[in-house]
């Protein structure tokens, strides 16, 4: 499963879910939290329930619920009165114990839907690794601006202020075999900024991106799009696994293990995807 762009949309208004789920957004995300009113959750919760209803759409559909203890019992008691969607986001996640927690609810309401756990808290960030390694999480999404908030730092271009915990989460997002999704890029109107700092995150290690804006995600999938050397690398270690196995094999005078294979079955995936899009 790839999820190069994570494009959310607020949970009640019915054409932004319908706007969404026509894009080719990889995830995308029905959102309860943020992007809602406190008078209007519950009014999102039903537009929700109604997108799961009707929604066609070839992207994995997720549902971002409250935090535990603010809602989120609320959001998962509403779903199950609608289809399961494909994946749950957890807001705010600080301890392993609250990913948990859902899991038991889930498991009470009878929802087998996976969790991509937010970590955009100071406490959250030192316990990235822990949160990665319960069952039922999928991945980690980096939420630079509310970590800012939470540490009380300023917001930069250049991001030196949150470099340490965007490289935390992406190394315990590794640690794990789940998915690591960097922060979004605020300005929507800036095209060659977001592609900068997508390329970026890919050099760092993340497999996507958050989109606040349909206008965005064609630009993210590109930036993930592997370079002709990069594929044609991939392919051939895989070919050489099909000959060899999966040990430490050699390819062209270089030696091969697990790490490379992993990357270069990631690379193919990548590509996959990108011929997914056309």
């Not at 986001?89 to 927690?101: A, D, Q, R």
């Not at 095209?191 to 900068?196: F, H, M, Q, S, Y």
């Not at 196995?245 to 790490?259: K, L």
Request: glycine share 8%; hydrophobic share 40%.
């Amino acid at each position: 499963m790839v999820r190069r762009s994570v494009l959310f949309s607020p949970g009640d208004q019915p054409s932004k879910l319908d706007h969404a789920a026509a894009s080719e957004a990889d995830m995308i995300v029905f959102d309860l939290e943020d992007g809602v009113a406190p008078d209007r959750k519950q009014v999102a919760r039903e537009a929700v329930g109604d997108a799961l209803e009707t929604v066609a759409s070839t992207s994995e559909v997720c549902v971002r619920l409250n935090p535990v203890g603010a809602g989120g019992g609320a959001d998962l008691a509403a779903l199950t009165e609608a289809p399961t969607p494909d994946s749950l986001m957890l807001p705010k996640v600080s301890t392993p114990g609250e990913i948990e927690t859902v899991d038991r609810l889930c498991v009470e309401y009878g929802i087998d839907s996976p969790v991509v756990a937010l970590i955009e808290t100071a406490a959250g960030v030192l316990s990235a690794a822990e949160i990665a390694a319960v069952d039922r999480t999928t991945g980690l999404i980096f939420g630079a601006e509310d970590l800012a908030a939470d540490i009380g730092a300023t917001r930069t271009e250049e991001g030196q202020e949150v470099a340490f915990a965007r490289q935390q989460v992406v190394v315990a997002a590794r640690a794990h075999r789940v998915d690591a999704i960097d922060t979004h890029y605020p300005e929507i109107g800036d095209e060659e900024g977001l592609r900068t700092a997508t390329e970026q995150a890919r050099r760092l290690g993340y497999d996507g991106k958050m989109a606040m804006h349909p206008r965005q995600v064609s630009v993210i999938n590109d930036a993930f799009r592997p370079a002709d050397e990069e594929l044609t690398w991939a392919r051939r270690i895989l070919a050489a696994v099909d000959e060899q196995g999966r040990g430490v094999i050699a390819v062209d005078g270089e030696m091969i293990d697990s790490p490379q294979i992993r990357q270069a079955e990631r690379i193919v995936e990548l590509a996959d995807a990108e011929a997914g899009d056309t």
